[in-house]
């Protein structure tokens, strides 16, 4: 069995995770997504598998595209640090 059939998305409509736009009706559309995400029990392995398949579109683990990819840059950001101190570099 997988995870996502656990999802609290399973009975949503599927575009409702997929704004189009980012102002207005989009931002809605967002929030009510994201209150989904809120309670459901894979939220944290919805989240993982999306940024590890690199998906860029819609709402996965409670987090949109842009949050997403602001997570993603401070985890490159943060190993990077990490990187040149392992090597005796300077921060």
């Not at 809605?28 to 398949?53: D, H, N, S, T």
């Not at 683990?61 to 040149?84: D, F, V």
Request: hydrophobic fraction near 40%; glycine fraction near 12%.
């Amino acid at each position: 069995m997988s995870w996502q059939q656990y999802g609290a998305c399973v009975d949503h409509d599927p575009e409702l995770f997929f704004p189009i736009g980012d102002a207005g009706p989009a931002l809605i559309q967002l929030e009510a997504a994201k209150a989904v995400c809120a309670g459901c029990p894979v939220r944290c392995l919805c989240l993982e598998w999306a940024l590890l398949a690199g998906i860029n579109d819609g709402v996965w683990g409670g987090m949109s595209e842009t949050e997403r990819l602001a997570l993603n840059r401070r985890k490159r950001a943060s190993l990077n640090g990490h990187t040149r101190l392992a090597a005796g570099g300077r921060r």
